[in-house]
């Protein structure tokens, strides 16, 4: 835990000093200011609900390639799940809901911390640019996102084509510090620990 502080530090350090060399990527937690913003419906989605995550889909997805893009790297995960993927039986809407799990896991292990009553919702969209249409219906606002996280929602916002466990470790350190921190830290430190948590991932 020692280590893994000072390098989030050494890392924040790096970036203070030189901010063109450690350019954190452009702000991807996105914090909503005005009650008045809605997320768009679910409508016509499916959805898996598990004890932490619960994801949405659309009925067209292609969730054996969706869960594929989820192990491309070597993610540790205890006992329990390891057991749990080698059922045969399991289908692959619980595998896909599974390895989300697994990499929360793993995220809140690499950062460290584990909050109470976390619970997120993940919202794969059809392609990057219905996933940024739905931005920008929220907030009239254009982006070019490849996947974000509203902490107002507790929502991952990700897509088929950008689906990757990479992008979803990263997404879920967003939502795992915004739940751990009753004042979030400033973007830019949340950024480098997101960025952080995506680096360690296969570590043990
Ligand atoms: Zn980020």
Redesign the pocket.
Known sequence: MKSILFSILFIFGLACYFPNIVAA?S???IVVSSASVEEPTTDGMISIQGDSVTVWYLPDANVRRLEARLRERDVPMNQEYRMLLSNRSLSMEDRLKVRIEIILLRVEAILGMDPKELHVKVRIFKNRKDMNDAYAWMFNEQANFKSF?IHYFKSVYTNEQDFLDSVMA??L??AVIDHYFSVPPPSRM??LM??YVDAHLEED
């Open positions: 990527q702000n991807d937690s996280y990263h997404e350190g967003h949340a950024e997101a960025t």
